[in-house]
């Protein structure tokens, strides 16, 4: 459960309509209950927690990213690691770092794991359109700048890097952040895109095992494989065999029904990072070590004595 201090916190961030969205979700979805269930890295708690932030927290125009910070949260939950960076590619006006913000807050007191919040962009709108690739017809220079003044005044935890992600990502992982558990990429241009995606080339220390990812412009519009950020993504994985940007494929099907018609369940995807240490790591705290006669799976810790319970 979300505290007052963080409601009172999201209610003075927000601007309105956002607030009165949020009650409307909340409507939706006072019919969908998921039972309170322990702490674990796995679909039944992160079900739950997700439909508990949306009734009482942040989100209602940004879902996927409190699933994101609640999926990396919960796995460095599970690696005991005590603090991640959570990233917003592409700020803008600051509507969604405000949210990414927000959830951070109400995340780090679901899971007790120390988060903190950057957002990257250039502070006077997106770059001139270098070629085709970064779709022309779409994008233009200058579009969705930043009153960076107006969104520091309200920003309470989150820290913004202003100027060209190509020249910000590298002061970044300079700087030794907390490794990187969500990002957010939203920076339209492919060129912007691909050299964003230059985080996940940084050492493993400064990078979860997985990185959930939500990825803004790939569906719909003139959207495609050759141009924008799905060429990114395309050719990161084709000049890195150790590293890989996957879809989370079907999981629209393993989500709170409130999100199955939604868009966002399609744009989040896992960087993987099959070389990191810590990659082949338990990815949760109880596995099914037993399917009985009739089908049903006995959840324990690998490490605890569930051998005993095969006779049972």
Known sequence: MVSQSTKS???????????????????????????????????????????????????????????????????????????????????????????????????????????????????????????IRDQPNMWFEGQLPMNRAALESVLKRARLLIGPVKETVPSFIAGNPAPVAFVSFDLDLYSSTRDALALFQADHTHLLPRVASYFDDILGHTYNDFCGERLAIREFNDSNDGRKICPMPGLRYFIPRVAFYEHWPDCMYFGHFFEHPMYPMLDSINKAVISDIQGLDIRRPPESDWTSKISE
Not at 23 to 33: G, M, P, Q, V, Y
Not at 103 to 116: R, S
């Open 9 to 131: 916190f999201i209610k003075s961030v927000l601007p309105q309509p956002v607030v009165m969205r949020m009650k409307t979700i909340r409507d939706l979805i006072s019919h969908e209950n998921y039972p309170p269930v322990p702490f674990d890295n796995t679909y039944p708690w992160l079900n739950y927690a997700f439909l508990e932030l949306l009734k009482h927290g942040p989100g209602a125009y940004y879902p996927a990213y409190i699933w994101g910070v609640l999926q990396g949260a919960a796995l460095a939950k599970v690696l005991k690691i005590p603090r991640i960076s959570v990233i917003e590619f592409g700020v803008a006006g600051g509507h969604g770092l405000l949210n990414l913000e927000a959830a951070a807050e109400a995340v780090k007191e679901e899971t007790g794991i120390q988060i903190d919040v950057f957002g990257f962009d250039t502070g006077v709108g997106l770059p001139k359109p270098k070629d």
